[in-house]
């Protein structure tokens, strides 16, 4: 596929106060884009298209799991830049602290799924008829826990594991028109999201430690999967891994979850510290 110039589109980000989000609009700008900014809180919105400058920038507070909300948003994209070429359906959370499923709270577990792919499927519905009349791109994220093992974790790796078959599914329905999908699928990125895991909770860090060894476990920054991000569009890639080293272990990931899900069920190290995430959970 050639280039897809990314001068003059008009790019809709959700998540965008986030620290990927963030960075992949700074990133975006400085290709020409014209940018449509969604997220829950409207003053960081506000203070981040100050930094970018408010020619270019249409900030809008919404939440992704109301499709009327994400509607509207489309519809003041339109209103302001005349067009939605590029959706970055990137808003996400997960549950905080860690949790198992047999301590998580009904409310919380649900709404990760709610958010991360609700959103997602919300977020795009309501821009793709756009997106085909312009012959654009959408672009999910999803996380290398689309195939890794979600111990502690797993209403955010359910979730990442169906939106990344979500864009898949949508990038084959769209290749008879001039519009495509693609799947992000981030490593561990140093965000507020994956703070409980990088040394903000004890027994997440050391799980994920023990889970995550070498080259694996190492974090990047957000600007880094800009970096990435950019550069997928511009490709209208079918998939964007970032780290690279995550590639090979999606690629092999039939041998990857059944190697990795056997050493985790007779661990057990690993089993005492689930005992302790429990126990945590229940003081």
């Given at each position: 596929m050639?280039?897809?110039?990314l ?5 809709l ?20 884009t014209?940018?449509?900014?969604v997220?829950?809180?409207?003053p960081?919105?506000?203070a981040l298209?100050?930094?970018?400058g ?28 005349g ?5 970055f ?8 602290p860690p ?6 709270d ?5 709404r ?5 792919l609700?959103?997602?499927w919300r977020t795009?519905?309501a821009c ?12 999910v994220t999803?996380?290398i826990?689309?195939?890794?093992n979600?111990i502690?974790n797993?209403?955010y790796?359910?979730s990442?594991?169906?939106?990344e078959?979500f ?20 490593g561990?990125?140093v965000?507020?999201?994956?703070h ?8 997440a860090?050391t ?6 060894k ?19 569009i511009?490709?209208r ?9 995550w ?6 990931r ?12 007779h ?17």
């Amino acid at each position: 596929m050639s280039r897809y110039s990314l001068r003059d589109k008009v790019v809709l980000i959700t998540g965008a106060t986030g620290g990927i989000g963030a960075a992949c609009a700074r990133d975006l700008l400085d290709r020409g884009t014209r940018l449509v900014l969604v997220d829950l809180d409207q003053p960081a919105l506000d203070a981040l298209a100050a930094e970018l400058g408010p020619g270019a920038v249409l900030a809008v507070a919404a939440d992704v799991t109301s499709f009327e909300q994400m509607c509207s948003v489309a519809d003041q994209a339109v209103a302001r830049f005349g067009r939605i070429d590029v959706v970055f359906a990137n808003a996400g959370t997960a549950v905080d602290p860690p949790v198992t499923v047999a301590t998580a709270d009904v409310a919380a577990y649900e709404r990760v799924i709610e958010v991360n792919l609700l959103g997602v499927w919300r977020t795009v519905k309501a821009c793709l008829d756009e997106v085909i009349r312009n012959d654009g791109y959408v672009l999910v994220t999803a996380s290398i826990y689309a195939f890794v093992n979600g111990i502690a974790n797993s209403a955010y790796a359910t979730s990442k594991a169906a939106v990344e078959m979500f864009g898949r599914s949508l990038r084959t329905e769209l290749a008879h028109t001039g519009a495509s999908a693609g799947v992000l699928l981030p490593g561990w990125v140093v965000t507020p999201l994956a703070h409980p895991a990088l040394g903000g909770n004890r027994t997440a860090t050391t799980m994920a430690r023990r889970a995550f060894k070498g080259p694996l476990g190492q974090p990047i920054s957000p600007e880094r999967i800009a970096r990435a991000v950019t550069s997928g569009i511009e490709r209208r890639a079918a998939r964007i891994i970032e780290p690279r080293r995550w590639a090979p272990v999606s690629l092999l990931r039939g041998i990857f979850a059944t190697a990795t899900d056997t050493w985790l069920d007779h661990d057990r190290t690993m089993s005492a510290l689930v005992q302790r995430l429990e126990s945590e959970a229940k003081h």
